[in-house]
């Protein structure tokens, strides 16, 4: 792998981490579905190809 | 780039995933604020959002049913002489925060079920204090203001919402109506009951030391010992 090839990857690494943070944050403030800022939403974005049936908890 | 700041950047990724497994695992077993918790593991992966963070508790279904085996929700608006509709909604989250603490006993439960019917005036909600008045009346006759009383307890002065809010990881002091909000009230209310000992003499079924940890004197004791005695002490 070429230096610029790892480069690359570890930013897609970093980018991912970024989302999955966010995701946690979501989850924490209880923001789970409806937008992009979501559990959901971050989910989808992550992992497009997945079809996702998210189940809300009680508050 | 070098191959040096590539392993820097590698072992700063592992050091994250390791907090998001963490975060995740504490997310699946349900422990969302305290040690090892999905709030812990979030400050880890992000220091910056120490103070911003509005944590919210699911409720369990588990905790749902634990919170009417003492009484049932019209035992409940029978004793505190609150709607049973606002029992039922916002009961479950307050029981359950007092048992995340690990101050749930029958003592401690029926010393908060009398405190909440005195404190919101047997309403049973997160209320602000004089609510049956408006804003303008507040800032103008409550010199704590806009630090009045909200919530099961009333919270109430700036140093509490900052003592609390800090407690809870929500920034209370320049969003103070947060204060009001079910959730968080139920976390304020257990929170103030754990760190001001109200717990402890609920615990001694002291319901004068109850009501003054509270209130600071004896207002509202009268109403206080009627719901305890109609919940059986």
């Given at each position: 792998?070429?230096?610029?090839?790892?480069?690359?990857?570890?930013?897609?690494?970093?980018?991912?981490?970024?989302?999955?943070?966010?995701?946690?944050?979501?989850?924490?403030?209880?923001?789970?579905?409806?937008?992009?800022?979501?559990?959901?939403?971050?989910?989808?974005?992550?992992?497009?190809?997945?079809?996702?049936?998210?189940?809300?908890?009680?508050? | 780039?070098?191959t040096e700041t590539h392993w820097r950047?590698?072992?700063?990724?592992?050091?994250?995933?390791?907090?998001?497994?963490?975060?995740?695992?504490?997310?699946?077993?349900?422990?969302?604020?305290?040690?090892?918790?999905?709030?812990?593991?979030?400050?880890?992966?992000?220091?910056?959002?120490?103070?911003?963070?509005?944590?919210?508790?699911?409720?369990?279904?588990?905790?749902?049913?634990?919170?009417?085996?003492?009484?049932?929700?019209?035992?409940?608006?029978?004793?505190?002489?609150?709607?049973?509709?606002?029992?039922?909604?916002?009961?479950?989250?307050?029981?359950?925060?007092?048992?995340?603490?690990?101050?749930?006993s029958r003592e401690v439960q029926a010393?908060?079920?009398?405190?909440?019917?005195?404190?919101?005036?047997?309403?049973?909600?997160?209320?602000?204090?004089?609510?049956?008045?408006?804003?303008?009346?507040?800032?103008?006759?409550?010199?704590?203001?806009?630090?009045?009383?909200?919530?099961?307890?009333?919270?109430?002065?700036?140093?509490?919402?900052?003592?609390?809010?800090?407690?809870?990881?929500?920034?209370?002091?320049?969003?103070?109506?947060?204060?009001?909000?079910?959730?968080?009230?139920?976390?304020?209310?257990?929170?103030?009951?754990?760190?001001?000992?109200?717990?402890?003499?609920?615990?001694?079924?002291?319901?004068?030391?109850?009501?003054?940890?509270?209130?600071?004197?004896?207002?509202?004791?009268?109403?206080?010992?009627?719901?305890?005695?109609?919940?059986?002490?």
């Amino acid at each position: 792998m070429t230096n610029d090839e790892i480069d690359a990857k570890l930013d897609q690494l970093e980018r991912q981490q970024a989302m999955q943070t966010e995701a946690i944050r979501a989850a924490l403030e209880g923001r789970w579905t409806g937008g992009a800022e979501t559990v959901a939403g971050y989910l989808q974005a992550l992992d497009p190809s997945r079809e996702l049936v998210p189940r809300v908890p009680l508050y | 780039m070098s191959t040096e700041t590539h392993w820097r950047r590698i072992s700063h990724l592992d050091a994250q995933q390791a907090a998001i497994t963490g975060a995740l695992r504490a997310m699946a077993e349900g422990r969302w604020h305290g040690d090892d918790s999905v709030k812990a593991w979030l400050l880890a992966l992000d220091p910056a959002s120490a103070g911003r963070l509005v944590a919210r508790v699911p409720i369990y279904d588990r905790a749902q049913e634990d919170c009417w085996q003492c009484w049932s929700p019209g035992e409940l608006a029978r004793a505190t002489g609150c709607p049973e509709a606002s029992i039922r909604a916002n009961w479950p989250a307050i029981h359950a925060e007092l048992v995340a603490r690990g101050i749930g006993s029958r003592e401690v439960q029926a010393a908060a079920l009398g405190t909440i019917a005195v404190e919101t005036a047997r309403t049973f909600e997160p209320v602000e204090e004089a609510f049956w008045l408006d804003d303008a009346w507040r800032r103008a006759n409550l010199r704590y203001a806009p630090f009045w009383g909200r919530g099961y307890v009333q919270l109430t002065w700036d140093y509490n919402y900052r003592a609390y809010g800090e407690a809870l990881g929500v920034e209370l002091v320049n969003n103070a109506h947060l204060a009001t909000q079910p959730d968080i009230a139920a976390a304020c209310l257990a929170e103030f009951f754990d760190r001001a000992g109200v717990a402890k003499a609920a615990e001694r079924c002291e319901w004068r030391e109850v009501r003054r940890r509270v209130q600071g004197a004896d207002a509202g004791l009268n109403h206080l010992i009627e719901v305890v005695g109609r919940l059986g002490f």
